[in-house]
Nanobody, 121 residues
Framework: QVQLVESGGGLVQAGASLRLSCTASERTFNSYAMGWFRQAPGKEREFVAAMWRGGGTYYADSVKGRFTISRDNAKITVYLQMNSLKPEDTAIYYC???????????????WGQGTQVTVSA
């Protein structure tokens, strides 16, 4: 079973950058579609970015142009580069994996534990 571990969260000021990492436990992950989601206090989990199995990417409108999803198959890791961070980006960020990619969290079978991102004004 694929296990995912996120890292890279932290506390930053508005305008700063962070890079989140999501490392999988086995190389079968390299054939999975990957998604990043986030959940702020009192809100539902929302889609952030996805990378399909063929390498295509898709972003939520709220992060388009600021966030970039990428992967390094040699390291079995997917990244979320977050630039120009805003206070409204504050949330717990989760990576997810599934054979079928989607912007719907219900479509993902495997999830990491989450990493906190806090952006101060």
């Amino acid at each position: 079973q694929v296990q995912l571990v996120e890292s890279g969260g932290g506390l930053v000021q508005a305008g700063a950058s962070l890079r989140l990492s999501c490392t999988a436990s086995e190389r079968t992950f390299n054939s999975y579609a990957m998604g990043w989601f986030r959940q702020a206090p009192g809100k539902e989990r929302e889609f952030v970015a996805a990378m399909w199995r063929g390498g295509g990417t898709y972003y939520a409108d709220s992060v388009k142009g600021r966030f970039t999803i990428s992967r390094d198959n040699a390291k079995i890791t997917v990244y979320l580069q977050m630039n120009s961070l805003k206070p409204e980006d504050t949330a717990i960020y989760y990576c997810a994996a599934d054979l079928r990619g989607s912007d719907n969290s219900k479509e993902y079978r495997y999830w990491g534990q989450g990493t906190q991102v806090t952006v101060s004004a």
